[in-house]
């Protein structure tokens, strides 16, 4: 027998978590909108409610930095040492040795290809003119590295012995690797002085955690087999360690070799807008500063080269290789030093090499005469990508709408009639089992409407409340809303949403154009062999040279800098879309085939479904390469935290720095972990 309890039944029965979660925040978000005129507290965070927690955490820092600032000055004493060592061993050494040697290293590892890079790599700084800087780059790196190998291997293995610590070590390098670079550079000017010691620590300690974690990776993965073999022969434990264990997970550690080395790289780079030190960083700074595009570039080229050819060499180290006549690599050395011993007296200074200041000014002339040109388009395709797109998503419709841009005023009609489409729409989703996406529809309106830079607070809580609901329980939640609220608390609400604002228009163009893009090498290898060397090429590039081909066509604002994020956040879309279309099982695709299914019928049923946890990954990994690079676009224009932590720097401000640093950390754990939680979720579903 019915009763009149089970329609409120199977209604219940129909809301879907992501459904309650989602009609929670739509609530929340109409009493907002209702009642923000009549109660300014409810879209504005008040100011009498903010804790002076920037002034509390510079005070804290501060007195803390000072207590172990004698330690820290004697610790930075004892690294010039070797510093300098390793100046003087590679500005002394004569050019023709370093070459060779580079030559001979590319054979040792991999033969005749990767020969002929150290040897193009080399010849081609030599020739751009920067190579004493290049010298001290390559010095910096050369004792940052050691130092995070050392630390990072020593975090790993302790984590691997004491399993009680493990939660808290990987929680440690998240939030090293979340907390953005510049970050790092605050506090540590402080207790280490002006110079290039600090770029070398900071960049020890970024580098550290990508050596920990594949460290920890490795030794997880040693078979049991091989661990029961070493308990067995009667070794200590150090014994079992060093030379059983480590050993077998020699290839996964190699990879952390690898990541480490390019991390430091980039660290570098990024150290020297602190200046002091006459490094090729620094000249990419300058040389953008005075807007001398044609040198940036070849300086940028030169960070390029040093990185690919420290790619592919680290890489292939982790490679099971076949081995090359060890006799060649001497031959190339012993030409190298007859070579120098020959040419002693000639030997021109490196530099007088001045053989690519044609190209730089030829590119500087092209671009003036390109700018000069194409101006008026230039300057149209900025104007619109702000005017309609970026501009209406950070203030919303109802402030970026207005006569001189679009042509009309928005006006409080079409807010009501615009709302009125977006409940009609979600009303029809419902009515076809589709609460869940109706109601994401208006909140997806309401938010366009608003603008992301405007959103109240209570309705940015409540949302992310939910999602984190949705993805991993009640108790990622609590977290993600306490989080939230520190930032709150903190005064940097305001940036926070701006940081949020570019960096999710990035991601949402990242995830557009990147899943295009990686669908399109998953269906044509001819795609693939196009797209894959340009991705190897955008992966091996510091961050830094993102900003220079920006600035050279669009100068300083935000929309170079949303270009700059999307260049360096596209790549992981790419690869794991393509990784996660071409890993379907066999059997299943040919099921779909035998059903009659077409080619993109199978694409969109078979393929898109069991891709979709490997493409979540993707969006995970371009979220948290759109924080990365936010900070560094703040040198080009960009408001919000990034340009905190910037300001902070040149004002050696501990306290915003370490609390914009933080908060842009909060933002981009909340990300991440609700990207992982829903790709688990899909895993689960799929039975992976």
Same mark, same amino acid.
């Given at each position: 027998?019915t009763?009149?309890?089970d329609?409120v039944? @199977? !209604?219940?029965?129909?809301?879907?978590p992501?459904?309650?979660?989602?009609?929670?925040?739509v609530?929340v978000?109409?009493?907002?909108?209702?009642?923000?005129?009549?109660?300014?507290?409810?879209?504005?965070?008040?100011?009498?409610?903010?804790?002076?927690?920037?002034?509390?955490?510079?005070?804290?820092?501060?007195?803390?930095?000072?207590?172990?600032?004698?330690?820290?000055?004697?610790?930075?004493?004892?690294?010039?040492?070797p510093?300098?060592?390793?100046n003087?061993?590679?500005?002394?050494?004569?050019?023709?040795?370093?070459?060779?040697?580079?030559?001979?290293?590319?054979?040792a590892i991999?033969?005749?290809?990767?020969?002929?890079?150290?040897f193009?790599g080399?010849?081609?700084v030599?020739?751009?003119?920067?190579?004493?800087?290049?010298?001290?780059t390559?010095?910096?790196v050369?004792?940052?590295?050691p130092?995070?190998?050392?630390?990072?291997?020593a975090?790993?293995?302790?984590?691997?012995?004491?399993?009680?610590i493990r939660?808290?070590v990987?929680?440690?390098?998240?939030v090293?690797q979340?907390?953005p670079?510049?970050?790092?550079?605050?506090?540590?000017?402080?207790?280490?002085?002006?110079?290039?010691?600090v770029?070398?620590i900071?960049s020890?300690?970024y580098?550290?955690?990508?050596?920990?974690?594949?460290?920890?990776l490795?030794l997880?993965?040693?078979?049991?087999?091989?661990k029961?073999?070493?308990?067995m022969?009667?070794?200590?434990?150090?014994?079992?360690?060093?030379?059983?264990?480590?050993?077998?997970?020699?290839?996964?550690?190699m990879?952390?070799?690898?990541?480490?080395?390019?991390?430091?790289?980039s660290?570098?780079?990024?150290?020297a807008?602190?200046?002091?030190?006459?490094?090729?960083?620094w000249?990419?700074?300058?040389?953008?500063?005075k807007?001398?595009?044609?040198?940036?570039?070849?300086?940028?080229? /030169?960070?390029?080269a040093?990185?690919?050819?420290?790619?592919?060499m680290?890489?292939?180290l982790?490679l099971e290789?076949?081995r090359?006549?060890?006799?060649?690599a001497y031959?190339?050395?012993?030409?190298?030093?007859?070579?120098?011993?020959?040419?002693?007296?000639?030997?021109?200074?490196?530099?007088?090499?001045?053989?690519?200041?044609?190209?730089?000014? @030829?590119?500087?002339?092209?671009?003036?005469?390109?700018?000069?040109?194409?101006?008026?388009?230039?300057?149209a395709?900025?104007?619109?990508?702000?005017?309609?797109?970026?501009?209406?998503?950070?203030? $919303?419709?109802d402030?970026?709408?207005?006569?001189?841009?679009?042509?009309?005023?928005w006006?409080?009609?079409?807010?009501?009639?615009?709302?009125a489409?977006?409940?009609?729409?979600?009303?029809?989703?419902?009515?076809?089992?589709?609460?869940?996406? $109706?109601?994401?529809?208006v909140i !997806?309106?309401?938010?366009?409407?608003t603008?992301? @830079?405007?959103?109240?607070?209570?309705?940015?809580?409540?949302a992310?409340?939910?999602?984190?609901?949705?993805?991993?329980?009640?108790?990622?939640a609590?977290? !993600?809303?306490?989080?939230?609220?520190?930032i709150?608390?903190?005064?940097?609400?305001?940036?926070?949403?701006?940081?949020?604002?570019l960096?999710?228009?990035?991601?949402? @163009?990242?995830?557009?154009?990147?899943?295009?893009?990686g669908?399109?090498?998953?269906?044509?290898?001819?795609?693939?062999?196009?797209?894959?060397?340009?991705c190897?090429?955008?992966?091996?590039?510091?961050?830094? /040279?993102?900003l220079?081909?920006?600035?050279?066509?669009?100068q300083?604002?935000?929309?170079?800098?949303?270009?700059?994020i999307?260049?360096?956040?596209?790549?992981?879309?790419?690869?794991?879309t393509?990784h996660?279309?071409?890993?379907?099982?066999?059997?299943?695709?040919?099921a779909a085939?035998?059903s009659?299914a077409?080619?993109w019928?199978?694409?969109?049923?078979?393929?898109?479904?069991?891709?979709?946890?490997?493409i979540?990954?993707g969006?995970?990994q371009?979220?948290?390469?759109?924080?990365?690079?936010?900070?560094?676009?703040?040198?080009?224009?960009?408001?919000?935290?990034?340009q905190?932590?910037?300001?902070?720097l040149?004002?050696?401000?501990?306290?915003?720095g370490?609390?914009?640093?933080?908060?842009?950390?909060?933002?981009?754990?909340?990300?991440?972990r609700?990207?992982?939680?829903?790709a688990?979720?899909?895993?689960?579903?799929?039975?992976?």
């Amino acid at each position: 027998m019915t009763t009149a309890a089970d329609p409120v039944s @199977a !209604a219940r029965a129909r809301l879907t978590p992501g459904a309650q979660a989602a009609l929670v925040t739509v609530l929340v978000g109409c009493v907002c909108l209702l009642l923000g005129p009549n109660l300014p507290w409810l879209t504005a965070w008040p100011a009498a409610w903010t804790a002076p927690a920037t002034q509390w955490v510079g005070v804290g820092a501060e007195w803390f930095l000072n207590a172990i600032k004698p330690a820290a000055r004697g610790f930075s004493e004892v690294l010039r040492f070797p510093m300098d060592w390793a100046n003087f061993v590679l500005g002394a050494t004569p050019w023709p040795l370093l070459v060779g040697g580079a030559t001979a290293l590319g054979w040792a590892i991999g033969g005749v290809r990767m020969a002929m890079l150290g040897f193009a790599g080399l010849s081609f700084v030599l020739a751009s003119g920067y190579w004493a800087q290049s010298m001290n780059t390559l010095a910096l790196v050369a004792v940052s590295v050691p130092l995070a190998l050392l630390l990072g291997g020593a975090i790993g293995i302790l984590a691997n012995e004491f399993t009680r610590i493990r939660g808290a070590v990987q929680a440690m390098l998240d939030v090293m690797q979340t907390v953005p670079t510049f970050a790092y550079l605050t506090p540590l000017l402080l207790l280490f002085g002006f110079g290039p010691v600090v770029g070398l620590i900071a960049s020890a300690i970024y580098a550290a955690p990508p050596m920990a974690r594949n460290v920890m990776l490795g030794l997880e993965r040693v078979d049991a087999e091989i661990k029961e073999a070493a308990v067995m022969s009667g070794g200590t434990r150090l014994q079992q360690l060093f030379q059983v264990e480590i050993p077998s997970a020699a290839s996964q550690i190699m990879v952390g070799v690898n990541q480490c080395l390019m991390a430091a790289l980039s660290m570098v780079i990024i150290a020297a807008v602190i200046g002091g030190f006459d490094d090729i960083g620094w000249e990419v700074l300058l040389t953008m500063r005075k807007a001398q595009f044609g040198q940036s570039l070849l300086a940028g080229l /030169v960070i390029v080269a040093f990185a690919v050819i420290i790619d592919r060499m680290s890489a292939a180290l982790a490679l099971e290789r076949r081995r090359y006549d060890p006799r060649v690599a001497y031959s190339l050395i012993g030409l190298a030093v007859v070579f120098t011993v020959v040419f002693w007296s000639h030997l021109p200074d490196p530099a007088t090499f001045t053989l690519l200041d044609p190209l730089a000014a @030829a590119v500087d002339h092209g671009l003036g005469a390109f700018t000069a040109d194409n101006g008026a388009r230039l300057d149209a395709i900025k104007n619109g990508a702000m005017f309609y797109g970026l501009l209406p998503l950070k203030i $919303g419709l109802d402030d970026a709408v207005l006569d001189f841009t679009w042509g009309f005023q928005w006006t409080a009609a079409m807010s009501l009639a615009l709302y009125a489409l977006a409940l009609v729409a979600g009303l029809l989703l419902a009515l076809r089992e589709r609460l869940t996406g $109706g109601l994401l529809l208006v909140i !997806a309106v309401g938010m366009l409407e608003t603008g992301i @830079a405007n959103l109240p607070w209570p309705f940015v809580l409540t949302a992310t409340a939910a999602l984190a609901w949705v993805a991993q329980g009640r108790g990622f939640a609590a977290i !993600a809303t306490g989080l939230l609220l520190t930032i709150l608390l903190s005064g940097l609400f305001e940036r926070a949403l701006l940081s949020l604002y570019l960096s999710g228009a990035a991601v949402f @163009a990242c995830a557009l154009v990147g899943g295009c893009i990686g669908l399109l090498c998953a269906v044509s290898p001819l795609a693939w062999r196009i797209m894959r060397p340009i991705c190897d090429m955008l992966q091996t590039i510091p961050l830094f /040279v993102f900003l220079i081909p920006v600035l050279m066509f669009f100068q300083i604002g935000e929309f170079s800098a949303f270009l700059a994020i999307c260049l360096y956040a596209v790549v992981p879309m790419i690869r794991y879309t393509r990784h996660g279309l071409i890993s379907t099982p066999g059997e299943m695709i040919e099921a779909a085939t035998a059903s009659g299914a077409t080619t993109w019928q199978t694409m969109r049923d078979v393929r898109a479904p069991y891709a979709a946890p490997t493409i979540l990954l993707g969006l995970n990994q371009t979220i948290l390469y759109a924080f990365a690079m936010l900070v560094i676009a703040a040198l080009i224009g960009t408001t919000g935290l990034g340009q905190s932590i910037y300001l902070a720097l040149g004002q050696a401000d501990v306290g915003l720095g370490l609390s914009a640093g933080a908060s842009m950390a909060v933002l981009a754990l909340i990300a991440d972990r609700l990207v992982q939680g829903f790709a688990e979720e899909r895993r689960r579903a799929l039975g992976l």
